[in-house]
């Protein structure tokens, strides 16, 4: 269904005028003469974006796109005026206006600008959407590891319990770390980390307690610790297997005691803090090799939730990489890459070493380097590090069935000519060629919609259609949600 736009003016010739241009361009229009009207036709109906004079008699522009703006956060508004100064267009945008335009009207600026508006609503629209589908904790994955790691979190987040998160380098011990903070009674205070294997030793007690102006050569000033920092928050120590055996005796104290002393300080400072601890170590033998107290062990160990590596959890790997792409391509401006089905089974089928932060950067690089609109095999095969066994080619499908749709796949390779393939293609003589072309582009959104569970926004994304092409196409062919294959 094309978009609908309220363009709001007191003149009537203009409201006609400027409905039959959009109209012509594809839009749906409707009229309000005033700005009360206009506030009444929103609060009733629906619309996508609005048209909106600043000079009116009963209620100013800018006073209606305040309430605009309040009634409808998300709604684009685009003010017009004839007697447009950089002041009103500043007033404007602070008050929310997606831009701002001179009359008389140019058509094709007037197009570009409601173009962009709705094409900026749509991507902030999908941006909700991917948020939504990356969990209350802003994670990635749906598989059983992941499953169980979201129940840890949700029935530990709101006790006091210090927490250790166990785990290889890159699995993600900050985003549970995180995630425990934000789904806590806490989460309204600091969250504050210190990644203790990147603090020289003999400037860890001061990262973490502070000092006092002179206490060392350096300390110009008075300085607050992190325990100081995240009081009524949390404190995240990072690494903390790699704490200095010094160091752990004094932080054992703050542990029990819930108080600390300044570096070359003498006053007693009490602190309220949660502290969650990560390692990549197994603290256990590190007790048995006589590098960690075992003491520590058991205050930091109170619950402990382990995060698995990349290659224990597979089964999230077309999410993981779906998602890095759409922000890889986001954020260094390219338009949205499509991953073959070839290309995901090269991906699914590394070991990644590094976790989930190896896969991220090699999804970057592959946004930055791929040049195509499809992510193929090759391309896939080339990001990856050399000297490991490659994975089969997929065998090919039989009986004429479209290939399966990979996380991201936006267009299938161009059929090969029948001179390739003697006698191994037969026309079908039951269909008229407008059947055949229906019943494929119905498999194809099938498909589609299958591996989006019915989401239809990101099914047009995929497709590289209009979200309302793409209803009038499930329309025509008879779909709906709830139809898509399995």
């Not at 785990?167 to 309204?188: P, V």
Request: aromatic fraction near 4%; glycine fraction near 8%; charge should be neutral.
């Amino acid at each position: 269904m094309p978009a609908a736009v309220l363009i709001v003016d007191d003149e009537k010739n203009i409201l006609l005028t400027l409905s039959q241009s959009l109209q012509l361009a594809g839009y749906r229009t409707e009229l309000a003469s005033s700005g009360q009207v206009a506030l009444d036709v929103v609060s009733a109906r629906p619309v996508d974006a609005v048209l909106m004079d600043v000079k009116m008699p009963d209620m100013d522009g800018l006073t209606v796109l305040a309430k605009l703006t309040a009634l409808k956060p998300d709604l684009p508004v685009i003010m017009m005026s004839g007697h447009g100064t950089i002041d009103t267009a500043v007033k404007a945008t602070q008050l929310g206006a997606r831009d701002f335009l001179e009359k008389p009207l140019a058509r094709d600026k007037l197009l570009v600008a409601l173009r962009n508006a709705l094409k900026h609503q749509a991507a902030m629209e999908e941006l909700e959407e991917l948020r939504a589908q990356l969990g209350r904790f802003d994670m990635v994955g749906g598989g059983p590891a992941m499953q169980r790691i979201f129940s840890l979190i949700q029935r530990t987040a709101p006790s006091e319990g210090r927490v250790l998160i166990t785990g290889e380098n890159g699995t993600g011990k900050e985003l549970i770390a995180r995630a425990l903070h934000q789904n806590s009674r806490r989460k309204g205070g600091p969250f504050v980390k210190l990644n203790c294997a990147a603090v020289p030793h003999d400037l860890i007690e001061s990262e973490l307690f502070g000092h006092e102006k002179g206490a060392f050569t350096g300390a110009v000033s008075v300085r607050r610790g992190k325990f100081e920092l995240a009081h009524e928050g949390t404190l995240f120590l990072d690494e903390i297997g790699d704490m200095p055996a010094a160091m752990q005796s004094k932080l054992l104290r703050v542990l029990q005691e819930g108080e600390l002393e300044r570096v070359g300080g003498a006053e007693t400072l009490k602190v309220d803090v949660r502290v969650i601890a990560a390692t990549n170590k197994n603290l256990e033998k590190e007790i048995a090799a006589g590098r960690f107290r075992e003491d520590l062990y058991y205050r930091i160990n109170v619950v402990q939730i382990h995060s698995p590596p990349l290659r224990e959890r597979r089964e999230d790997l077309p999410d993981l990489i779906d998602t890095f792409l759409r922000e890889a391509c986001a954020k260094n401006g390219r338009r949205p890459l499509a991953l073959s089905p070839d290309a995901l089974a090269v991906m699914s089928a590394y070991d990644y070493p590094g976790n989930v932060r190896e896969l991220r950067n090699l999804v970057e690089r592959l946004a930055i380097l791929c040049e195509g609109p499809v992510v193929s095999r090759t391309d896939a095969l080339e990001l990856l590090p050399r000297g490991r066994p490659l994975p089969p080619m997929p065998e090919p499908t039989v009986g004429g069935d479209a290939p399966p749709v990979a996380a991201v796949t936006q267009a299938a390779p161009a059929p090969e000519p029948a001179s390739a393939n003697p006698g191994g293609w037969k026309p079908r003589v039951d269909q008229t060629f407008r059947e055949q072309v229906e019943n494929a582009e119905r498999e194809i959104i099938q498909r589609v919609l299958a591996h989006t569970h019915d989401n239809v926004t990101e099914a047009a994304r995929i497709l590289d259609l209009e979200r309302g092409h793409f209803y009038k196409k499930m329309k025509a062919l008879g779909l709906r949600r709830g139809q898509s294959e399995s």
